[in-house]
């Protein structure tokens, strides 16, 4: 067993905090307060190169291949350097939930039209699963795609879209043989400006609210045989594919988040005093900070060793879902602390301490709720 | 083989299903098994027969009853020789 980074993953590393620092947003107050998307940070990212970090080299523009042990921690270190949870939480929803299905079951034609235009930053595309009457059920989804001339008409709704409101596409599952059941369903690149294709406007949320999250709705729309992801009925498969790289890579940001959220509770309860001392000395005040760092490496050691089992070629069912369920609660958890320790400074907007935790929330929900990976931890292990 | 990936799906299923499950019952279309239940096959598949199943051969021609599955691992492992 062997714990250490190489050397030039460590730089890497550091490479991204340094890049976050000094290009990105310096503060968020404004951009949360009117859930504004920044696409300057975004564009700053893609330059970096960090949106390459999913897909080969060839659609990038990396340098050379990295792994997924490197990829994983670049996230870890954006999560760390940016103050905003929202943009690396979008930019992995794009990463791994579009750009690696269509790099895995895309035409050659698929990945050259989209993916050079997806890791620029040029274009933005969101990931389109949930419907309104779909949400941990996901496979009983009733947007359909009715085979036509040269392509499919699709009628459904899809809801709480991550980037929706933006998007340039989206890639969308729909029913194309509902005899089947779950084998019958099919992937769309549903570009924007396709006739019956409309979005909503951006929807106010508890947090992340630098993210535009939306509808998505199709009245008997279009769409190009060309256009299908994959075979007709790899909806599944697709499903399936790239949901534990994405786990690893979302929570990757939440543990570089409570990494900087600890050095910032260690600093301030150094620094505050009361009766006489800082109050870091009272010992409820310390084991809470003694109770933030055992998350903090919790979370790291599942992290690690699902982004380990991944650059293996491994499964990672039940470590996925244990990653996802401990990662998201300890961000929870940790963010109420952090304000705790901050006391009253802590509650106040302008000081950047509380948005964690509206942020921290939203990781509980999204991608399986904490009951559903409590569910598949319970049914893997003999439930 | 057939045996074997029976028994383990029927391991896998014993609460949902009372009778033993034929080798052309749709295993996911008819409930038999849950997403979940599917993915624990494939990785038991891997395992079982030293194989790995790409995630573009996860469709319902290789996947959807035990007759279909046999036939497909057997194309692989003939390839793989
Ligand atoms: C910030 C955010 C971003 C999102 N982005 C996207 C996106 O980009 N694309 C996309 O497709 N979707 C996205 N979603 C949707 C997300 O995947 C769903 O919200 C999630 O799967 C839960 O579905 P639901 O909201 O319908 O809740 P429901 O399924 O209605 O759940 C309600 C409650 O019931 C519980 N519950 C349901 N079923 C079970 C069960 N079997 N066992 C135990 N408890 C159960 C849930 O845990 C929850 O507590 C996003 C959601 C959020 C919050």
Known sequence: MDFSWTQKQIEFKKEVIDFAKTNLGTTYIEEDYNCKFSKKDWKACADFGLLGLSVPKKYSNQKEEVDVLSAILAMEALGYGCKDNGLPFAMNAQMWTVQ????????????????????????????????????????????????????????????????????????????????????????????????????????????????????????????????????EGAGWSITNHSLELDRCSVHASQVGAMERQLE????????????????????????????????????KLLLYKVAWLKSQGKP??????????????????????????????????????????????????????SDIQRNIISQIIGL | MQEKIIKYIEELSSEEIDESIEATEDLLGSGILDSLGMMKLIAFLEEEFCCKVLPEEMVIENFMTVLHITDYLETKLVEKQ
């Open chain 1, 100 to 231: 690696t299905p269509i790099a895995h079951f895309g035409t050659e034609a698929q990945k050259d039209k989209f993916l050079p235009k997806l890791t620029s930053g040029e274009w933005i595309a969101s990931h389109a699963l949930t419907e309104p009457e779909a949400g941990s059920d996901v496979f009983s989804m009733q947007t359909t795609a009715t085979k036509t001339d040269g392509g499919y008409i699709l009628n459904g709704k899809k809801h709480l879209i991550t980037l929706g409101p933006i998007c340039d596409f989206a890639l969308v599952f729909a029913v194309t043989n509902p005899k089947v059941g779950k084998w019958g369903l099919s992937v769309f690149l549903v570009e924007k400006g396709t006739e019956g294709f409309t979005v909503s406007p951006n929807k106010a949320k508890m947090g992340l609210r630098t993210v535009p999250i939306g509808d998505l709705t199709f009245t008997d729309c279009f769409v190009k045989e060309e256009n299908r992801l994959g075979a």
């Open chain 1, 264 to 299: 910032q509770s260690i600093t301030y309860v150094k620094k505050r005093k009361q009766f006489g001392k800082s109050v870091g000395r009272f010992q409820s005040v310390s084991n809470r900070i003694a109770d933030m760092k055992l998350r903090l490496e919790t979370s």
């Open chain 1, 316 to 369: 990672a069912m039940l470590e996925g879902a244990m990653l996802k369920l401990q990662i998201s609660e300890n961000f929870v958890n940790s963010s109420i602390d952090a304000i705790r320790n901050h006391g009253g400074y802590g509650y106040l907007v302008e000081n950047e301490v509380e948005r964690d935790l509206r942020d921290a929330v939203g990781g509980v929900i999204y991608a399986g709720t």
